[in-house]
């Protein structure tokens, strides 16, 4: 019973945090000339697959959209059907996410964030990680320790 209460909490956790990760900006942009701000702009993961699609990198703006927008929610709505089933026989779509989840959401991230960096980084743009990245990051960690101990002691499910 305490494990299935624990797996419930870190579950619950990590959607909570990407919830967040989702709403809160992952990095700041400032456009600036000698020491002077000129504009400034929070950037969402939403405003990088928009920032991408605007500017015609369409595979890029698709591929940051699925695999840290569409993936993890179906991955979160998987674990929870296997949380919340005695006998959970996900069938496809677990073999899918099981295969995926090691690119689901941080590599693909961590890559738009660097390819997001190099575009727009310059001595007149500055950009500067925010809390929002924190999120996510401890979302996919709370994740994936939830998927671990549920393949790890799957009788407590029961």
Known sequence: MRSKLFIGFILLSSVFFYSLGLVFPLMGTKNQVLGIVWEYQDIRLFDSVRIFWLGHEYLLATIIFVFTIVFPVLKYIELLFKFLLKNPKSGRLRKITKHLDKWSMIDV??????????????????????????????????????????DRIPECLD
């Open 109 to 150: 991230f961590l890559v738009a964030l660097l390819i997001l960096n190099f575009k727009m980084d310059s001595s007149i743009i500055v950009m500067k990680l925010k809390i929002g990245t924190s999120f996510l990051a401890i979302s996919v960690v709370l994740r994936m320790l939830t998927t671990s101990v549920m």
